[in-house]
């Protein structure tokens, strides 16, 4: 039915029971979780589940992937945070009704943003984070996440300043710990990694609230110097737009919702993509653009924060054989039942409880085996990865979030500017030789034939031209022939043609031919068009890279 998401028109009645127990199984992850971001966010526990409630319904209709969860998550929490922090308004309080607003606020832009990329088809935005910036990006959110937690882990004043005047503030507090709430972290932590580790399909956060709830409530923790929850506001999520604000507003709250919408366009992306290739099939990244866009906007109009594609919950529910986004409607469903009866039970719940789930959170982040894998394939992604999380710790993650784009960008132009570049030579059983564009390479006695591993275009030309003329004069032979093979090369602008003209000339200039080779139609249009095509003999113009070799030879021992 036109209008309707393809999971839906096409789903199977026997999925259900499969969608409804990966829901059930979900929700019970899901809340624990989306509570402890709000400690991140800095909002009101109950606002962590409303991210899971119409977000959540509202991107499953409207979006295209089958299993991105999407919910309050850990590194939009982080960004919010800190842009509201940042922006040094009077009474703009983690928590403060002005705080829950301007986070409503930021939503509502975020959706509005998503939304007019979706008209502009500004989905390809996703792809200027590359795996290396992201890694290194949620790497440094990670470990700020888990070191911004252990002051309420261990019942002492969370400590004010940048990221190492907090670390120090905390290490000279640890005396003053309260041994009681860092027990109840410390039970959390390990109630969480024990059920992981010998029963994984057990929501160890889940065990642990329970438990720890029930020991609070027994023992009297909050006497005895035990921060908790205290009462939670519960009920239907509010519907209508954050109070107390203006329209002179939104150019600040602006600027914090456009570091949120770069990295949710992002990470829901790449996310989203892993999980269909997981699975043959397909997403449309800019469908779910409208999905995120009304997801953030339910979550500006019903009392919430921000709201991403999650990676941990989508391989939650990956896990546990989940179908469709009908899995995610049923958790939002169970989220709903929550708040509105059962959200008194988080009274005793200690507020170390929550850090300790956030701290286990941001270890996941630290993507240790990520980077690990980056060193081992090209160290200078590493490099950026680590200088990526270094500026998220150091500086602050909307920093750190334009850091990123700006990173992923120089690492394009730096690889356009300066790509590999070969000789393909004849090797002995008939296989091409790639061997390293230096002087002192050729491909036989008298001919190269240089691959350029990049587009060419005004900014890499000249490079270009050079370096052909470095192996051009370097060659143990005389040259008599130079071919440029143009597999990597489909289009040209007008500069890179001119610096082709000056090439060809200096080639024949030495008394050389020269040619190319695996030139595509569009490419020998461009060419014609500028003139070039006309500068060199047709015959010169080779198909194949077997065609050269040929040629060269029989025209070799034609002289000879």
């Known amino acids: 039915m036109r209008g309707l998401p393809e999971w839906l028109t096409s789903y199977q009645r026997a999925w259900l029971s499969r969608d409804v127990v990966a829901g059930v199984t979900l929700a019970a992850v899901a809340i624990p979780e989306v509570m402890g971001y709000t400690s991140i966010a800095g909002m009101p526990i109950v606002t962590g589940i409303y991210t899971i409630i119409f977000p959540t319904l509202l991107f499953g209709l409207l979006g295209s992937s089958r299993l991105l969860v999407v919910g309050a998550d ?93 670390q120090w503030e905390t290490l000279q507090a640890i005396p003053d710990a309260s041994l009681a709430t860092a027990a109840f972290a410390l039970a959390t932590v390990l109630c969480i990694y024990g059920f992981r580790h010998f029963l994984p399909r057990v929501p160890g956060a889940v065990i642990a609230v329970v438990l720890t709830i029930t020991v609070s409530a027994a023992t009297g923790a909050s006497a005895h110097g035990v921060a908790v929850v205290g009462e939670v506001q519960g009920g239907f999520p509010p519907f209508g737009l954050p109070s107390g604000l203006s329209w002179g507003d939104v150019p600040a709250a602006a600027g914090v919702a456009l570091t949120c919408f770069i990295l949710i366009i992002a990470q829901s992306a790449a996310t989203s993509r892993s999980f269909a290739a997981k699975h043959g099939q397909r997403v449309d990244v800019n469908q779910d653009l409208v999905g995120l866009g009304g997801a953030n906007l339910a979550a500006g109009l019903t009392g919430t924060f921000v709201v991403n594609g999650s990676p941990t919950k989508t391989e939650i529910l990956d896990e546990q054989k989940g179908r469709t986004q009908v899995a995610n409607m049923v958790m939002a469903g169970v989220a709903l039942v929550f708040v509105l009866f059962a959200a008194s039970v988080l009274t005793d719940m200690p507020e170390a409880v929550l850090a300790a789930i956030v701290f286990v959170i941001g270890i996941g982040l630290i993507d240790i085996r990520g980077l690990r894998r980056i060193r081992e394939r090209r160290v200078s992604e590493f490099v950026i990865a680590l200088a990526t999380a270094a500026v998220v710790v150091g500086i602050g993650t909307g920093w750190g979030i334009a850091f990123a784009v ?43 034939v240089f691959r350029f591993d990049a587009q060419l275009f005004y900014a890499n030309a000249n490079r270009f031209v050079e370096d052909v003329q470095a192996v051009f004069e370097g060659a143990p032979e005389p040259v008599r022939w130079l071919v440029l093979d143009c597999s990597a090369i489909d289009d040209v602008d007008y500069s890179a043609g001119l610096a082709l003209s000056e090439l060809i000339e200096f080639v024949h200039g030495a008394g050389a031919n020269f040619g190319i080779v695996r030139a595509d139609d569009h490419l020998l249009a461009t060419l014609r068009t500028y003139g070039v095509l006309d500068e060199f003999s047709a015959d010169h113009v080779f198909s194949g890279l077997g065609a050269v070799f040929a040629a060269y030879e029989k025209t070799r021992a034609a002289e000879s």
């Open 74 to 166: 850990s590194a939009t929490a982080a960004i919010l945070a800190a842009g509201l922090a940042g922006l040094g308004i009077a009474g703009l309080d983690p928590g403060s009704p002005t705080w829950v607003a301007w986070a409503g606020l930021v939503a509502l832009l975020c959706g509005g943003m998503l939304f007019i990329a979706r008209l502009l088809r500004l989905g390809f935005l996703g792809d200027f984070l590359s795996a290396s910036v992201l890694i290194g990006f949620l790497t440094g959110v990670g470990i700020q996440v888990l070191s911004g937690q252990i002051p309420a882990m261990l019942g002492i004043p969370k400590p004010k300043g940048n990221w190492f005047q907090q």
């Open 406 to 448: 700006v990173l992923s960008i120089l690492e394009i132009i730096r690889r356009a500017y300066q790509p590999s570049d070969f000789v393909i030579g004849k090797g002995v059983d008939g296989h091409r030789e790639y061997v390293p564009a230096e002087p002192g390479a050729q491909s036989l006695p008298g001919l190269v």
